[in-house]
């Protein structure tokens, strides 16, 4: 069964330091797996879609990452603007095309 | 401005009254969906639909209603709500099959069922 699993639940940090937000995962076939950020009762928004093993996509303090059982979210020197919920969703061949969703990370970052 | 529009933002209701919750997308979007978020349970999916008068059941479809006879609109149904339908609800539009490409969500319905 395709599972997607994130860790931690919840980080704290301070402002300035660095850390990684995991994403680990079963799948038969990864057709694609995205990251999003939601901000607290407002509707996830779309970060980043990493396709096969070795990919790497980066956004301003974000960079995420893709090795054949997981994917990394990291994050560079955070600012408190980046706080939020971060969500890792992804497809596979054998899952009728659906999208399986992780729980989140609850990141708070602290000035 | 590209967006997915849900209303309203919070709804409380009594059980067994019938409610629509609008939602409306101006991306041109083949595909739309509707999802619950509850807290320990993530996101799950309720409908989605691949085209104009194309639906099809998510995870969690019991209770639930949808129709799409415009590209731009997708509503969601509940004819006799009931209190395990409390949840924070949203939907989502997406080019092509909305499994291959990012997901637009809108910013969601509180709904509480007394």
């Known amino acids: 069964e395709d599972q997607v699993t994130q860790s931690p639940e919840a980080l704290r940090l301070q402002e300035g330091e660095s850390s990684s937000l995991n994403c680990s995962y079963t799948?038969?076939?990864?057709?694609?797996l995205f990251w999003y950020r939601q901000d607290p009762g407002k509707g996830p928004e779309f970060l980043f879609t990493?396709?096969?093993?070795?990919e790497e996509k980066e956004k301003e303090r974000l960079k995420a990452t893709l090795t054949k059982k997981e994917s990394f979210l990291h994050i560079t020197a955070p600012k408190p603007e980046d706080s939020a919920t971060y969500l890792c969703a992804l497809t596979g061949a054998g899952n009728n095309r659906k999208l399986i969703w992780g729980l989140g990370t609850s990141l708070a970052v602290n000035p | 401005e590209a967006q997915v529009t849900q209303n309203p933002r919070y709804l409380i209701t009594v059980t067994g009254k019938k409610l629509t919750v609008t939602c409306s997308q101006n991306?041109?979007?083949?595909?739309m969906s509707w999802y619950r978020q509850d807290p320990g349970l993530g996101l799950r999916q309720i409908y989605y639909?691949?085209?104009?008068?194309?639906?099809d059941k998510g995870d969690v479809p019991e209770g639930y209603k949808v129709s799409r006879k415009e590209k731009r609109n997708f509503p969601l149904i509940l004819e006799s709500p009931s209190p395990n339908q409390t949840s924070l609800y949203f939907c989502?539009?997406?080019?092509?099959?909305?499994?291959?490409?990012?997901?637009?969500f809108g910013n969601g319905t509180r709904l509480t069922v007394t």
């Open positions: 639909s691949m085209n104009v008068e194309v639906t």
């Open positions: 989502a539009s997406s080019t092509r099959t909305g499994v291959e490409s990012p997901l637009h």
């Open positions: 991306m041109n979007h083949e595909y």
């Open positions: 799948v038969s076939g990864l057709r694609g």
């Open positions: 990493l396709y096969s093993a070795g």
